[in-house]
T-cell receptor
Framework: DADVTQTPRNRITKTGKRIMLECSQTKGHDRMYWYRQDPGLGLRLIYY???????NKGEISDGYSVSRQAQAKFSLSLESAIPNQTALYFC????????????FGPGTRLTVT | SQKIEQNSEALNIQEGKTATLTCNYT??????LQWYRQDPGRGPVFLLLIRENEKEKRKERLKVTFDTTLKQSLFHITASQPADSATYLC???????????FGQGTELSVKP
């Protein structure tokens, strides 16, 4: 089984809808991250969490919110989806004990029409 | 602001040659740089980490250098193979911990 899983893998939704993307990990890592990837723009950090009680905004947090339900689960919500949130979304985990490599999930392809 | 830049043009090379990818950063040198491989539609996969006080790091056919004077890291794949075709991402750590800033990636294509 994969160490980092994301659901759904693909999602098409309409403008104005609320949508939640979920991430689960079995690596036992304390740190978790949400990124979005757009063609030509690379990976951009949306939110990150260094432990269950620690949530921080990243580079592009407007229009998004997160919830760290447990050490193994980190969810990303789009409160009211808009077309420019169409992108590939990745969750990643990392251990604060090092060696500081991040492990990525398979991604969720989100389309907002 | 801290930036990290990679050559956005695709790199095309012949099988067996050495591929060299460039990553440039601005402002102060990060404590470490990382390199990831990403295949189309999939999540990035960690390859190598090089610390500020290391000049060079190797792993099998991969070699990474870190030049704090030039503010640059080079990523080499020797004896390249078509299976090495992918996009390679460079990332710098933000300040001392955790957050990474990624470059936009360089697409490598190795032709047989």
């Amino acid at each position: 089984d994969a160490d980092v899983t994301q659901t759904p893998r693909n999602r098409i939704t309409k403008t104005g809808k609320r949508i939640m993307l979920e991430c689960s990990q079995t690596k036992g890592h304390d740190r978790m991250y949400w990124y979005r990837q757009d063609p030509g723009l690379g990976l951009r950090l949306i939110y990150y969490s260094f432990d269950v009680k620690d949530i921080n905004k990243g580079e592009i947090s407007d229009g998004y919110s997160v919830s760290r339900q447990a050490q193994a689960k980190f969810s990303l919500s789009l409160e009211s989806a808009i077309p420019n949130q169409t992108a590939l979304y990745f969750c990643a985990t990392e251990s604060s004990a090092g060696p500081y490599e991040q492990y990525f999930g398979p991604g969720t392809r989100l389309t907002v029409t | 602001s801290q930036k990290i830049e990679q050559n956005s043009e695709a790199l095309n090379i012949q099988e067996g040659k050495t591929a060299t990818l460039t990553c440039n950063y601005t402002n102060y040198s990060p404590a470490y740089l990382q390199w990831y491989r990403q295949d189309p539609g999939r999540g990035p996969v960690f390859l190598l980490l090089i610390r500020e006080n290391e000049k060079e790091k190797r792993k099998e056919r991969l070699k990474v250098t870190f030049d704090t004077t030039l503010k640059q890291s080079l990523f080499h794949i020797t004896a390249s193979q078509p299976a090495d075709s992918a996009t390679y991402l460079c990332a710098r750590v933000y300040n001392q911990g955790g957050k990474l800033i990624f470059g936009q990636g360089t697409e490598l294509s190795v032709k047989p």
